[in-house]
């Protein structure tokens, strides 16, 4: 198999995009920009822990992990969430498909057993990480290096959203991960291109953003 990102069904990724500017989850603000905590000004924002609070989306969503799991991660053992909005995501996904769930932390707890995994896994386990979102790739990376380092063998990821960095996309290539998304920044633009939410100038500024977000400027 082909590691990379990959998108699980282009219709069913038109429709989560849609779906997420509907509630809230993702808004488009070009002309006045988000500031990540990076630095990086920002057309786009992105928090799908809201569609938690919507529940058809969140069925939506949780059939759609489920699906592409059985699919193209048919043979894993553990389910496991990406601190913090991976958690619940993947707790779902983990209750319905009746398999054991745990999570990884962004670093170990500074107290007690310090653990940086949470839950029950053996060595040579097949997990499966389930993201919310991705965007440089680099916490999805050490979630998944952590198992790794655990003994477990990482079987893939799956998120809801990815915004198409092309340096993303080469890290997972790097570390021999597949990650299968349900939408992608390319649908989410070709969705509001088709409902004229802005005027074609500011479609392309959207392009150059995804193109070099960390020097892009309105």
């Known amino acids: 198999m082909l590691m990379g990102i990959k998108i699980y069904n282009p219709q069913l990724a038109s429709e989560i995009a849609e779906d997420l500017l509907k509630i809230g989850a993702i808004r488009l603000s070009p002309k006045e920009p988000f500031t990540w905590a990076s630095g990086w000004k920002s057309p786009i924002y992105c928090d799908n822990r809201l569609s938690l609070s919507f529940p058809k989306v969140r069925s939506k ?28 995501q993947g707790a779902l996904v983990a209750d319905e498909l009746a398999l054991p769930f745990i999570y990884v932390r962004s670093k170990s707890k500074g107290h007690g057993l ?66 299968v998304v349900l939408s992608d920044y390319h649908h989410l633009l070709n969705h509001a291109q088709d409902e004229r939410m802005f005027e074609n100038e500011v479609f392309k500024t959207l392009e150059e953003w995804r193109e070099n977000p960390g020097k892009w400027a309105v």
């Open 114 to 179: 310090q653990n940086m995994i949470e839950g029950k896994i053996e060595k040579g386990q097949k997990i499966l990480l389930i993201e919310d979102l991705v965007s440089t790739g680099g916490s999805s990376l050490a979630a998944a290096e952590a198992l790794r380092a655990a003994g477990a063998e990482v079987n893939g990821m799956m998120a809801i959203f990815t915004y198409g960095f092309e340096a993303a996309e080469k890290k997972f290539e790097e570390k021999n991960i597949n990650l």
């Open 61 to 88: 969503i949780k059939t759609a992990f489920s699906l592409a799991i059985a699919k193209a991660f048919d043979d894993t053992d553990v389910i496991a969430g990406v601190a913090t909005a991976g958690i619940p």
